[in-house]
């Protein structure tokens, strides 16, 4: 599915995931377009980290999981990676590798390698650092760095890849309130820039302020979906999560304009 100014839509059709014997997903389905956040809602066990490392192509699946009409499970693993970019929700990374060489690592997909950089390269390893505003902590070391700013690291890897697909997994989970504010802001830019984005999200109240729309799971089955605000709702989040919502019970924050990204 590609949309008409090339920018890459990402659809699932009665995807399932059986690891180690166990059925941890069955029958989902769902679709997510440029320029809009999908979130994947649900208790932990629900499936959703399993849901997006399958639509990532990292899991064998059942069903498809098609880009521009062919099934992700079809393409070579470069292909893959030029066309979706999985942020997980910590990085395995160990090395002593400065921030700029982190970033860098997205360009592999292009050919770029430390030694070898283009100045197509160098561009896109600057324009992710300071769109994801990492740009300040390009000489850093990146198992140095605080878990907000490894995040804010995390994308600008993504982003350095040029992929048109972004799947984020709890990418505010562990951040202060002002780490997390700059990367729901980002994730909204990127939308704006006509990115497709998926985002597995526990905190709803961050889900309604940032997605358009959602999907809500149980058990590895799919309980509703549709825009954000209609799944983020009384019933559905009485029957998944067994509590009742109360609207304009939770204290709310906002970027300060005079303080600008964090």
């Known amino acids: 599915m590609r949309s008409g100014d090339g ?33 994947l809602l649900g208790p932990n066990g629900a499936g959703k980290s399993t849901l997006l490392k399958a639509l990532a192509g ?43 060489e982190v970033v860098a690592l997205g ?3 292009h050919g770029g390698s430390f030694g070898g950089m283009s100045k ?14 990492a740009d300040v902590l390009r000489d850093r070391v990146f198992t140095q760095l605080s878990v907000g700013e490894q995040q804010r ?20 989970a562990a951040l202060d309130v002002g780490e997390g504010l700059a990367v729901l802001r980002l994730i909204r830019t990127l939308a704006a820039r006509n990115h497709t984005l998926i985002v597995v999200l526990h905190d709803l109240a961050d889900a ?23 799944v983020v709702s009384a019933e559905p989040i009485r029957v998944v999560y067994g509590v009742r919502l109360i609207e304009n019970a939770r204290i709310g924050f906002e970027t300060d304009p005079e303080r600008g990204a964090t």
Do not use: F
């Open 120 to 133: 197509n390269d160098k561009d896109a390893i600057d324009h992710a650092l300071e769109t994801a505003h």
């Open 58 to 100: 990292l899991l064998p699946y059942e069903g498809r999981v098609e880009i521009d009409d062919v099934d992700v499970a079809d393409l070579s693993p470069r292909k893959r990676a030029k066309q979706v970019s999985y942020v997980p929700q910590r990085s395995l990374l160990r090395s002593a590798l400065s921030v700029e």
């Open 208 to 230: 309604r302020s940032t997605t358009d729309r959602a999907l809500l799971m149980k058990e590895g089955r799919v309980v509703e979906q549709g825009p954000t605000r209609d």
């Open 107 to 109: 360009r592999y997909v």
């Open 7 to 39: 920018h890459l839509a990402i659809r699932a059709r009665q995807v399932g995931v059986t690891l180690g014997g166990r059925t941890v997903l069955r029958g989902i389905d769902l679709e997510a377009k440029p320029g809009e956040v999908l979130a």
């Open 153 to 172: 690291v995390l994308l600008a890897r993504a982003l350095a890849s040029d992929a048109p697909i972004v799947l984020l997994d709890e990418p505010t």
